[in-house]
């Protein structure tokens, strides 16, 4: 049975801005953190060889893990697929873009995920304060500007996390058909 179409992904389409890997992972952390992010560079910003220890040599180890980042932790996030934040009561979804007819069929079904197919990440996500970021994790925290990262505003705390690695099924698409969707999700949850 294919999954509605949410009214909930409908209002929220429109305004939702995806972070794009150049075919590595993607990274979220605290905006506080950028600058002890390196990337694929040294401290004076010279390009290293990928697996020369870098950062993102270190993000590229993991699937979906927490890495440390000066005195803060952040959320690798494999794969080069574009990931959003969606804001929800309790935290955040990051929405990753596997397959769908449109970015509203696409918010359904992460909004549809039942929580059994969730599988917890061991440790916690710290934020500060402010704005979490998701950007590639290739590039220099220091060097990003708005364009190159999306953010959401989330309360300071530790946050429990928790992916949908893969969910596919058909959801109902603003055309009133039936699209086949895949979605992975990440669910931030404040503790």
Same mark, same amino acid.
């Given at each position: 049975?294919?999954v509605?179409?949410?009214?909930e992904?409908?209002?929220?389409?429109?305004g939702l801005?995806f972070a794009?890997g150049? =075919?590595?992972? &993607?990274?979220?952390?605290?905006?506080s953190a950028?600058?002890d @992010?390196l #990337? /694929? *560079? +040294?401290?004076a910003?010279?390009?290293l060889?990928f697996?020369?220890?870098?950062?993102y040599?270190?993000a590229?180890?993991?699937?979906?893990a927490?890495?440390?980042?000066?005195?803060?932790?952040?959320?690798?996030?494999?794969?080069?697929?574009? =990931?959003a934040? &969606?804001?929800?009561?309790?935290?955040?979804?990051?929405?990753? @873009?596997? #397959? /769908? *007819? +449109?970015?509203?069929?696409?918010?359904?079904?992460?909004?549809?995920?039942?929580?059994?197919?969730?599988?917890?990440i061991?440790?916690?996500?710290p934020h500060?304060?402010?704005?979490?970021?998701?950007?590639?994790?290739?590039?220099?925290?220091?060097?990003?500007?708005?364009?190159?990262?999306?953010?959401?505003?989330l309360?300071a705390?530790?946050? /429990?996390?928790?992916?949908c690695?893969?969910?596919?099924?058909?959801?109902i698409?603003?055309?009133?058909l039936?699209?086949?969707?895949?979605?992975?999700?990440?669910e931030?949850?404040?503790?």
């Open positions: 049975m294919a509605p179409l949410d009214p992904a409908v209002r929220l389409a429109p801005r794009t150049d =075919g590595g992972p &993607l990274i979220a952390m605290s905006e950028l600058p @992010w #990337g /694929a *560079h +040294d401290a910003g010279n390009v060889d697996d020369a220890g870098s950062d040599a270190r590229c180890d993991e699937t979906f927490l890495i440390d980042v000066g005195s803060t932790r952040a959320l690798t996030i494999d794969s080069s697929d574009s =990931g934040f &969606l804001a929800r009561p309790d935290g955040a979804l990051i929405i990753r @873009w596997v #397959g /769908a *007819h +449109d970015t509203e069929t696409l918010i359904s079904a992460a909004l549809a995920i039942p929580a059994d197919r969730y599988q917890d061991e440790g916690e996500l500060d304060r402010g704005r979490l970021v998701m950007f590639d994790a290739l590039e220099r925290g220091s060097a990003l500007d708005a364009e190159s990262m999306v953010s959401i505003e309360p705390g530790c946050y /429990a996390v928790r992916v690695a893969y969910w596919e099924g058909p959801v698409g603003v055309d009133g039936p699209h086949d969707t895949m979605v992975q999700t990440i931030l949850r404040r503790r």
